[in-house]
């Protein structure tokens, strides 16, 4: 049973900080590609950040210079720090798995992120 459980989310002020981590289970997870996405309120789901399996990153834009993804494949792990929080970041942010062969994807059931301005 594949398993995607997200920690970390919060309320913090505008300028803080956060640090959220993926647990995964039920998945080899060296060879997922491993995500972060969000969704706003009256929004569609959109990608945050991206590591691939050989740790290449890629994110949106809008998160440059403030989040960075990372991994820990000893622990099937994967963390977003976030810093210089905006309002515009609150969203509920989650977790995907992608497997690099078989293409099979996986979601976490979210974490809530509030900033306050």
């Known amino acids: 049973q594949v398993q995607l459980v997200e920690s970390g989310g919060g309320l913090v002020q505008a300028g803080g900080s956060l640090r959220l981590s993926c647990a995964a289970s039920g998945i080899i997870f060296r060879v997922n590609i491993m995500g972060w996405y969000r969704q706003a309120p009256g929004k569609q789901r959109e990608l945050v950040a991206r590591?691939?399996?050989?740790?290449?990153?890629n994110g949106a834009d809008s998160v440059k210079g403030r989040f960075t993804i990372s991994r820990d494949n000893t622990k099937n792990t994967v963390y977003l720090q976030m810093n210089s929080l905006k309002p515009e970041d609150t969203a509920v942010y989650y977790c995907?798995?992608?497997?690099?062969?078989?293409?099979?994807?996986?979601w976490g059931r979210g974490t809530q992120v509030t900033i306050s301005s």
């Open positions: 590591i691939s399996t050989g740790g290449t990153t």
């Open positions: 995907n798995s992608h497997h690099s062969i078989t293409g099979a994807d996986y």
